[in-house]
């Protein structure tokens, strides 16, 4: 017997419900939370509710605006629905906000770099890579609990930590992944793994 055979429908219903009978109530909670801690900032915070059919043309004209200094779309769009350029249609859609205007880190140009450890996007060093949000708040905690040692050199600042990273989700996951990883050859384990040894249990 597969439990998860038996689960599916009762899954999807769920799933159904969620996406379709609340409206989009997560991403809109998500959003009215965004507006007010970006009020409590001094950020100015306009939403702007687009069909999906117009997404693409609103991204680009909010990447030619210049009263627009930063973009974040809520995520899932379209889900796992195919691009014509390969990948998601999500995935392109993170990819036509312009490197200036991305307040995610999500592009693929800041993702590639914070695999590859590249701080700055340009040679200059003047324009630091955003990072997304998670890991850098995760680096954030751990640096308030004295686990992140800033005396150590680049690279180095988290060595000899052993960190599990438990979530399913490939956004998330990979760059938390990736993002500790980078700050000191710390040995993240795959999803579905977990080290009774680790130090921190994210």
């Not at 991305?102 to 955003?130: A, F, M």
């Not at 930590?161 to 979530?167: G, R």
Request: with cysteine; aromatic share 10%.
């Amino acid at each position: 017997m597969n439990a998860a055979t038996i689960a599916e429908p009762f899954s999807l219903a769920v799933r159904q419900y969620i996406e379709q009978d609340m409206g989009g109530v997560g991403p809109k909670l998500y959003a009215e939370w965004t507006g007010k801690t970006c009020a409590r900032d001094g950020i100015r915070y306009e939403l702007r509710e687009v069909p999906k059919d117009e997404l693409l043309e609103a991204l680009e004209k909010a990447n030619k605006d210049s009263d627009v200094h930063g973009i974040l779309v809520y995520y899932p769009c379209f889900g796992a629905f195919p691009s014509f350029f390969g990948g998601t249609m999500d995935d392109f859609l993170r990819d036509s906000i312009s490197i200036k205007k991305d307040v995610e880190g999500l592009c693929q140009l800041y993702r590639g770099n914070l695999y590859r450890n590249i701080r700055y996007v340009d040679d200059e060093k003047t324009q630091k890579c955003v990072l997304f949000c998670t890991p850098l708040a995760i680096v954030k905690i751990l640096e308030h609990l004295g686990v992140y040692d800033k005396t150590k050199p680049t690279g180095d600042h988290l060595s000899g930590v052993n960190i599990t990273v438990v979530n399913r989700s490939d956004i998330v996951t990979a760059n938390v992944s990736y993002s500790l990883t980078c700050r000191g050859r710390v040995r993240c384990l795959d999803t579905i793994e977990f080290d009774l040894h680790s130090n921190w249990l994210l």
